[in-house]
């Protein structure tokens, strides 16, 4: 089991590009969470999905979005990147919202010039 | 305000010590705490989990304990090896209609030789 895969690992982007990170998980968690990590701060959560079909916003949703593709995989879209977005990013899954133990990918590190 | 404090932000210890790092919280009501260990370049992989009723739960030389009447927690390591340098992340779920969780800052331990 691969457990939870994100791509790209690193990407650089200039302001008011678009990019989409991309998350996958073979645990057949219901839950999945896109987080952002910033030096001396937590991990804040931008969106998670409880199940599939369904998205909600978390404490700092603003300039992103989400898409729940399928139960495995859940994307990450920035439609207009700034530079206040540069962090690195992670995807993690769970059996069920905040049910037992998040798995974590290993982060995607973007950088917006 | 929910708010998870670790310290210290930063330690630095010889191989073969013991150690101990702290995390206080404010959140409420309290659902339960758990240790995440983040190698660098990598996501956060769960050590423990505590609920409100327990005391002390160990993992190896990982050794977490919990006093929920004064809001803190303590995780220490025995016998310390360089595998051991990673951030430590304290992260307290809230219950609510369905578990909110806050991540703690962390704290850096690096296991010098």
């Known amino acids: 089991n691969a457990g939870v895969t994100q791509t790209p690992k690193f990407q650089v982007l200039k302001t008011g590009q678009s990019m989409t990170l991309q998350c996958a998980q073979d645990m057949n968690h219901n839950s999945m969470y896109w987080y952002r990590q910033d030096p001396g701060m937590g991990l804040r959560l931008i969106y998670y999905?409880?199940?599939?079909?369904?998205?909600d916003k978390g404490e700092v949703p603003n300039g992103y979005n989400v898409s729940r593709l399928n139960k495995r995989e859940f994307s990450l879209r920035l439609e207009s990147a700034a530079p206040s977005q540069t962090s690195v990013y992670f995807c993690?899954?769970?059996?069920?919202?905040?049910?037992?133990?998040?798995?974590f990918g290993p982060g995607t590190r973007l950088t917006v010039l | 305000k929910n708010q998870v404090e670790q310290s210290p932000q930063s330690l630095i210890i010889l191989e073969g010590k013991n150690c101990t790092l702290q995390?206080?919280?404010?959140?409420?009501?309290?659902?339960?705490l758990r240790w995440y260990k983040q190698d660098t370049g990598r996501g956060p992989v769960s050590l423990t989990i505590?609920?409100?009723?327990?005391n002390t739960k160990s993992n190896g030389r990982y050794t977490a304990t919990l006093d929920a009447d004064t809001k803190q927690s303590s995780l220490h390591i025995t016998a310390s090896q360089l595998s051991d340098s990673a951030s430590y992340i304290c992260v307290v779920s809230k219950k609510t209609s369905y578990d909110k969780v806050i991540f703690g800052p962390g704290t850096s331990l690096s296991v010098i030789p």
């Open positions: 999905s409880a199940s599939e079909g369904t998205t």
């Open positions: 505590m609920t409100f009723s327990e």
């Open positions: 993690a899954s769970s059996r069920g919202l905040n049910e037992g133990e998040q798995f």
């Open positions: 995390c206080n919280y404010t959140v409420s009501p309290f659902s339960n």
